[in-house]
Structures are given as structure tokens and as C-alpha cells.
Nanobody
């Protein structure tokens, strides 16, 4: 079984930066892609970044390009989400997830970490 643990959230101010971590354990060999998602209060969960584990290719939705960067440390089975120039609307619970088979969707999820951006 694959487990994911996020860390790095907290209370920050507008314009600050935060780096979130997602550490995998267990069946780590099954990781094809890691994604970061967030759920803001009263909103649906949204995809914000993805990275293909084998070669590091990344994908972002347009509204976070240039502010958010996903990366990974393969040796430590950890994915990161660097978030810069944070805004109050970035306040959300941030989750990492794993897609084990290309096209099968994200099936393994972490517990989430809260990021709150004060005005």
C-alpha cells in the first residue's frame, strides 16, 4: 500500500512564500505521477500542479503558472510545491495525490495540509 503525508502548511501573509512537501512510503515503485490539489472553503477541489515521477515533466493550470512550482526528490520519495506571491484566495487545504497507472486517475491521497493567507 502507498501512503502520502503532506507537510509545510500554516498561516502566512499576502506576498509570502510557502513550500509544501509530500512524502511517499510503502509501494513507492507504483508512482507514475504526483499531483497537488487544493480545496478552498465553499469551493470544489481543483488541480494545481502535476509531475511525472520518472522524468520530471510538469503541468500546471494557467491560473497558477509563474507562481507555483512542483518538483520532486526521487531519492527521498518526496514531491514539493513551492508557492510564491501568495494571495488570500490561495487559502485552502492542499492535498497531494498519486496516479499509479497513466490515465487511471489519482487514487491515493494524503490527509491534506492547511494554508491560510492573511490579507
Amino acid at each position: 500500500q502507498l501512503q502520502l503525508v503532506e507537510s509545510g502548511g500554516g498561516l502566512v501573509q499576502t506576498g509570502d512564500s510557502v513550500r509544501l512537501s509530500c512524502t511517499a512510503s510503502g509501494r513507492t515503485f507504483s508512482i507514475h505521477q504526483v499531483g497537488w490539489f487544493r480545496r478552498a472553503p465553499g469551493k470544489e477541489r481543483e488541480f494545481i500542479a502535476g509531475i511525472i515521477w520518472s522524468h520530471g515533466g510538469t503541468v500546471y493550470p494557467d491560473h497558477v503558472k509563474g507562481r507555483f512550482t512542483i518538483s520532486r526528490n526521487s531519492a527521498e520519495w518526496t514531491a514539493y510545491l513551492q508557492m510564491n506571491s501568495l494571495k488570500p484566495e490561495d487559502t485552502a487545504v492542499y492535498y497531494c495525490a498519486v496516479e499509479s497507472t497513466p490515465g487511471a486517475g489519482y487514487r491515493t491521497w494524503g490527509q491534506g495540509t492547511q494554508v491560510t493567507v492573511s490579507p
